[in-house]
């Protein structure tokens, strides 16, 4: 089993940034691309950033500029520096992975529980 962890969401006025990190654990060979997607109620979940093991990014229009998606292949963790904030990026974060948990198995998504980011104005 693969285990999805994240932390650092909460209650942010309007400018204000706030680090979103989530760890992964378990039974992992290897971690492909990591995402960072943020749903609100009554909307589809929408991608904000992904990263690939090498490195390579790309963001929603919505948040360029104000979010960096960076990750640790080391201890197989991913983050989102949200700076600049706006109202209208209050939404549940959460973490998903493609994950292989043995050489001859194929990739996987596992998503973490989500994180509450609240932005006032």
């Known amino acids: 089993q693969v285990q999805l962890v994240e932390s650092g969401g909460g209650l942010v006025q309007a400018g204000g940034s706030l680090r979103l990190s989530c760890a992964a654990s378990?039974?992992?060979?290897?971690?492909?691309?990591m995402r960072w997607y943020r749903q609100t109620p009554g909307k589809q979940r929408e991608l904000v950033a992904a990263?690939?093991?090498?490195?390579?990014?790309n963001y929603a229009n919505s948040v360029k500029g104000r979010f960096t998606i960076s990750r640790d292949n080391a201890n197989s963790a991913v983050y989102l520096q949200m700076n600049s904030l706006k109202p209208e990026d209050t939404a549940v974060y959460f973490c998903?992975?493609?994950?292989?948990?043995?050489?001859?198995?194929?990739?996987?998504?596992?998503w973490g529980q989500g994180t509450q980011v609240t932005v006032s104005s």
């Open positions: 378990g039974r992992i060979f290897e971690i492909n691309d």
């Open positions: 990263i690939t093991f090498g490195g390579s990014t």
């Open positions: 998903n992975a493609d994950v292989r948990v043995g050489i001859l198995s194929r990739l996987e998504g596992y």
